[in-house]
C-alpha cells in the first residue's frame, strides 16, 4: 500500500489549496478514505472521511462548509479541496485507508499547508 500526498503549500488567510493522494498496491475503490492533520506541536486531527463509492462524507466541525473531500476511483486518487483557509488550518495533511471503529491502517508521509499573510 502506497499513499502519496500532493498539493500542500503557502496561502493567504481567505485562499484555497486542493490536495490529492496517489493511492496505489490495493483496491482503492473498495475502502473508504479520510484526510488527517496535524498542526505544528498539537495531536492528530481527524478532518474528513468518503466512503468508498465517494456518495457520502463526513466532516470535522472545524472544516464544515469550507473543506470538500472527494474521490475519483478511476484514478485512485483523493481529494480535499480547501476553501476560505484560516491561520489555524496550518497542518501537515494525511491522506490514509479508514476502517472505520478500526481506524487508519495506512498513511502517506503528508503535505504541509500553511496559512499565513
Known amino acids: 500500500v502506497h499513499l502519496v500526498e500532493s498539493g500542500g503549500g503557502q496561502v493567504q488567510p481567505g485562499g484555497s489549496l486542493r490536495l490529492s493522494c496517489a493511492a496505489s498496491?490495493?483496491?482503492?475503490?473498495?475502502?473508504?478514505m479520510s484526510w488527517v492533520r496535524q498542526a505544528p506541536g498539537k495531536g492528530l486531527e481527524w478532518v474528513s472521511a468518503v466512503n468508498s463509492g465517494g456518495g457520502s462524507t463526513s466532516y470535522a466541525d472545524s472544516v464544515k462548509g469550507r473543506f470538500t473531500i472527494s474521490r475519483e476511483n478511476a484514478k485512485n486518487t483523493l481529494y480535499l479541496q480547501m476553501n476560505s483557509l484560516k491561520p489555524e488550518d496550518t497542518a501537515v495533511y494525511y491522506c490514509?485507508?479508514?476502517?472505520?471503529?478500526?481506524?487508519?491502517?495506512?498513511w502517506g508521509k503528508g503535505t504541509l499547508v500553511t496559512v499565513s499573510s
Open positions: 490514509a485507508r479508514y476502517l472505520g471503529r478500526d481506524g487508519m491502517d495506512y
Open positions: 498496491g490495493f483496491t482503492f475503490s473498495n475502502y473508504y
